[in-house]
């Protein structure tokens, strides 16, 4: 039975990086990358690159929840002691157990610092192990090898390439779409593992 409640406010953490859901109140923790970081997003279908997008960017994940389809996180580095990022739960399916996480990003100061393997542990237990999802899937433009790279490194399987199906905002240039997942039983079986392995070495499961 799946154990999910859009309207409850699920806080996700370890010693290393808090998740907690995304809402007005973030808008000026996140402000500084909108203005001095907009490359970040160069890959992404959601721009937070200026202030207005930033602010729509966050009243459309709110509304998302709202209407039950996304859950959005914010990032906060407990080493640093500040919001680093976002990321997200989306096209969740309860009645088939399959969500996509994807529209993550960091500030670079945060890029490879591991901040991303212990956000993508967090979600990945608990999506598994709370909401007992069976399939986890992972979407990335072929051309952005950083992140597909970060995807290989935390355990994704390649499904294959979605040609031609979707178009760059800026660019007008159709792009492809790389599709990635982790099976529930690859989870318990090794991914888990590997993963826990990654982001403390010293731990054992």
Known sequence: MINFDFNEDYILENDFVRLEPLSAKHYE?????????????????????????????????????????????????????????????????????????????????????????????????FAFEKMQMVRIEFRAYTENLRSINALLSIGCSVDGVLRSNAICPKTGVRRDTMVLSILNNEWNETVKQMLSGKINPANTI
Not at 32 to 42: A, F, V
Request: aromatic share 14%; glycine share 6%.
């Open 29 to 125: 923790e996140l402000l500084e990358y909108t203005l001095n970081e907009p490359e970040i997003w160069e890959y992404s279908m959601v721009k937070c690159d200026t202030p207005e997008n930033l602010n729509k960017y966050i009243g459309i994940a709110t509304q998302k929840r709202i209407d039950q389809k996304e859950y959005t996180f914010a990032v906060f580095d407990k080493k640093k002691q500040k919001f680093v990022g976002a990321t997200r739960y989306c096209d969740i399916f309860l009645d088939s157990n399959r969500l996509q996480m994807g529209y993550t990003w960091y500030g670079k100061e945060h890029q490879g610092t591991g901040v991303n393997k212990h956000c993508k542990w967090l979600l990945l237990e």
